[in-house]
């Protein structure tokens, strides 16, 4: 029990961080579907910088700003130029598939630390309590401490307003003398830093290496989760446990007595993404009250 | 990974439409088409260390060329044909599922030599091929059956197809012959290649007190895990000592090299003939890593049953062998052939987990 909540704490995390930074971009209007590869990107120039100049620190910062230029690209193409978004972040994901492989080319096979776990000595080693929830590297606490901050960002500060009234009426929101493009160019930002943190995260703790397209729809999995969570953080950090706990559970339901065929476990999360889809979708108001009403659609400033 | 076929096939165009026929005819081309990245570390990066081997033996007489992560769906064929088109004379196709595409354009480019791993259709042109890893897993069993505390051996399987389930059982008797109270723990991920889950699956085991890891997937993730929790593990496909100096005990590698530099020697020799390749350690095919951090007796047993497998002394499938439900599956006093090898769709006693069927 105690090595299945430790493995869902970990395996939450890359979902948690890719899930916030999409769900803040969405909160603004803008569909960026290539988490996926930004994801990527991020996991091969983390661990690049991680393996050239031993800083794991360096790796994440490298790993976040690989993510976060990608959806600058993104900015470029969707929200300047206005091309279709859901199309852009598609062609986001197979370039960044691309690209990722070829800067990884050399770093295949090569092995760095993995990133330090941290504890409190006395605390973290005596108690299962301990093991579970202090033992931890620095990333996975970050990841709840970002959802603590999107929460407080989106709900209770000015610029989270904006940025939800950019989401739901851009027009509006000009007219208003808010910066559409500006606002959601930086949220855009952001979503694609937080999806380079995620694959950071897998390319320098879960597994220590560089292997190509090693994110296996990680970032799918993300963007599922910010429609799961209705576009709220506190539901997105309990779907992300969730998810973590559904997939965790193919590999331990079985010692546990769980006898289910595995590859109903395999595609257990996606299930519970439509249940929840459904469920929720029943509930007219639970989902209106936080989808963004422009989502997806261009914003052309009129004058 | 469409985007990078169609470049691949581009460039493969490109090639074509400068290669001078002179330069086609002087040099023997040979092409491979691969099913995952050569970056895999794995099964496709093996492949491709064949490929150098033969640019390495060969020189100028030859010239290679390779499509990677081409899916096993209609872009197959099309990249097959593009390679017999483009003047290859020798092509290699590296996955099962490219078995029937390959047998298609064979039929229509009689005068190419084509070689599929892994499958079972052949031509006069269409050669099959293959390796005997369940040797290498009767090796590692037998390591296993000698080195483990805890009698359990945790498994990190990809997909229940024969192949696979072969080897659960030859490192199962292996290790059981050596331990009698040796079980196998079997996880099941759905996936040749996916680090993040095959780490889960290899903390799963040991968390249910497997000291000895075993994987038929591809990355170097469960040998990490292994270094990480203390325990030992063997590497797959390549020897991912690196991931794990401490905690590997060999690896199982996949060596084309030999195979291709034969076939390719075949061609230019123009004594190629379409036949049935199915080679283990005897030949060189399948390889095990140095054998590290173990005693010198465990060392010593593993070369001995490694060599017994090669000169033939020892088959692993050596009756009597009944499945996990009690049924006779292999009399006493036969061996498997291979026909029951290639359809193997039973666990042996001792191996736990579920077998979808």
């Known amino acids: 029990m105690e090595a299945f909540l430790i493995s869902v704490l970990i395996a939450a995390t890359p979902f948690l961080l890719a899930g916030l930074g999409e769900l803040v971009a969405e909160r603004s209007g803008v569909l960026n579907l290539g988490v996926e590869g930004m994801m990527l990107v991020g996991a091969v120039a983390a661990f690049a910088v991680t ?31 206005l091309a279709n978004q859901a199309a852009t972040g598609l062609a986001l994901t197979i370039f960044g598939v691309g690209a990722s492989g070829l800067i990884g080319q050399g770093f295949v096979g090569q092995t760095i630390k993995p990133l330090q776990k941290l504890g409190i000595p006395g605390l973290t080693d005596t108690t299962a309590l301990g093991r579970i929830l202090l033992g931890h590297d620095v990333m996975v606490y970050l990841a709840l401490a970002l959802a603590l901050a999107v929460g407080w960002f989106l709900n209770a500060t000015r610029a ?16 208003l003398g808010f910066h559409v493009v500006r606002v959601r160019t930086l949220a855009t930002l952001f979503g694609g830093f937080c999806a380079g943190l995620g694959g950071a995260y897998l390319s320098l703790a879960y597994t220590p290496m560089w292997g190509e397209n090693m994110t296996a729809g990680r970032g799918w999995i993300a963007l599922a989760l910010v429609v799961f969570a209705t576009w709220r953080p506190g539901r997105l950090v309990a779907g992300a446990y969730l998810f973590a706990t559904v997939t965790q559970l193919q590999f331990y339901g079985q010692d546990w007595g769980i006898r289910l065929p595995s590859q109903f476990l395999a595609m257990a999360p996606y299930l519970a993404t439509i249940a929840a889809l459904v469920i929720i979708s029943r509930d007219v108001n639970l989902t209106k009250a936080n989808a963004p009403a422009a989502i997806g659609r261009p914003f052309r400033a009129e004058r | 990974m469409i985007r990078r076929t169609f470049l691949a096939l581009g460039a493969l165009a490109l ?55 081409v899916s096993e769906g209609p872009d197959a064929e099309r990249v097959i044909r593009q390679l017999a088109a483009s003047g290859h004379g020798l092509i290699f196709t590296t996955s099962f599922g490219f078995m029937d595409p390959t047998l298609k354009v064979a039929e229509q480019f009689p005068e190419v030599k084509f070689e599929h791993a892994t499958g079972f259709k052949r031509a006069p042109n269409l050669s099959t091929y293959s390796a005997r890893f369940y040797e290498g897993r009767h090796v590692i069993g037998t390591i296993a059956g000698h080195m483990t505390k805890t009698n359990k051996i945790g498994y990190i399987a990809s997909v229940p197809i024969p192949e696979v389930v072969r080897g659960i059982n030859a490192a199962t008797l292996a290790a059981r012959a050596v331990n009698p109270d040796v079980t196998t723990q079997v996880i099941w991920v759905n996936s040749w290649y996916d680090p993040g889950k095959e780490a889960d699956a290899a903390k799963a085991l040991i968390a249910q007190g497997a000291d000895m890891l075993m994987q038929h997937t591809d990355s170097p ?137």
């Open chain 2, 221 to 357: 993730a469960p040998v990490q895990v292994a270094a990480e929790a203390g325990i030992h593990a063997f590497g797959q496909a390549s020897d991912m000592a690196k991931f794990g100096p401490k905690a590997q005990l060999t690896a199982i590698i996949d060596q084309w090299s030999p195979y291709y530099i034969e076939r390719t020697r075949a061609v230019l020799d123009g004594t190629w003939k379409s036949e049935d390749s199915w080679k283990g350690l005897a030949a060189g095919e399948v390889v095990m890593a140095p054998y590290a951090n173990m005693p010198d007796e465990v060392v010593a047993a593993a070369k001995a049953a490694e060599e017994a497998v090669a000169s033939g002394a020892v088959h692993p499938f050596t009756g009597p062998i009944k499945d996990r439900d009690g049924t006779e599956r292999i009399p006493a006093g036969t061996v498997a052939d291979d026909g029951m090898l290639l359809g193997m769709n039973w666990f042996v006693e001792g191996v736990e987990g579920d077998l979808p069927q």
């Open chain 2, 15 to 69: 090639a074509g439409l400068a290669a001078q026929p002179a330069a086609a005819q002087d040099k023997l081309k040979v092409g491979f088409v691969y099913v995952g990245p050569i970056g895999d570390f794995g099964w496709t990066y093996q492949h491709d260390q064949g490929r150098l081997a033969i640019e390495q033996e060969f020189g100028d007489k030859v010239e290679t060329t390779y499509v990677e992560s």
């Open chain 1, 51 to 81: 393996y050239t100049t031993g800083s794991a620190a360096a790796g994440m910062l490298a790993g976040a700003g690989a993510g976060a230029a990608l959806a600058g690209l993104f900015a470029i193409v969707a929200l300047g130029l």
């Open chain 1, 160 to 175: 989270g307003l904006m940025l939800r009234a950019i989401g739901d009426n851009p027009e509006g929101a000009h007219a």
